[in-house]
């Protein structure tokens, strides 16, 4: 499960960064514009209750519409995680998407599930089951 966060859809890098995913053969199940709730932010993010950057993260994640995104391929989750680079965009290589488009842990232009546990989670937080195909 991807979500496109707020600063992705503001600065017009969706299609970027879906182009990206469709190139390397990942496949699109299912996709949809939302403006995530404070409810569904607290499921999403319910690893980080309590940590300092908890509040923010809530924060910017409910600040305006997000891309959610239900991608499919082999080794999903891995491919992803690889493409988006580390989790703070100082530290990202050139080629992932947040080391070519990001320099701020805060607005780090997008979240990937990082196993495939979560994936199904957060997946159920986002979509109905109708809403991702085959
Ligand atoms: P994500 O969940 O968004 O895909 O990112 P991630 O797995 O690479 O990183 P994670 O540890 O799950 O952190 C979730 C998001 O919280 C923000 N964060 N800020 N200031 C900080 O120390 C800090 N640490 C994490 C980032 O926006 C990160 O993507
Ligand atoms: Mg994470």
Redesign the pocket.
């Known amino acids: 499960m991807v979500?496109l966060?707020p600063d992705a859809v503001s600065r017009g890098l969706c299609g970027e960064v879906i182009r990206r995913f469709e190139q390397r053969g990942l496949i699109i199940a299912g996709m949809k514009m939302l403006k995530v709730s404070p409810q569904q932010a607290k499921r999403h993010?319910q690893?980080?209750v309590g940590?300092?950057?908890y509040p923010?993260?809530i924060d910017?994640i409910t600040s305006g519409p997000v891309v959610a995104l239900a991608v499919k391929g082999n080794q999903a989750v891995k491919v992803l995680r690889t493409m988006?680079g580390?989790?703070?965009p100082v530290d990202a290589l050139p080629g992932t998407i947040r080391g070519d488009f990001a320099t701020q842990?805060?607005n780090?232009i997008?979240?990937?599930?990082?196993s495939l546990n979560n994936a199904t989670r957060e997946l159920d937080i986002f979509f109905s089951k109708e809403e991702i195909y085959e």
């Open positions: 979500l966060k993010y690893e980080h940590k300092p950057f923010d993260l910017y988006m580390a989790t703070n842990m805060e780090n997008i979240h990937g599930s990082d």
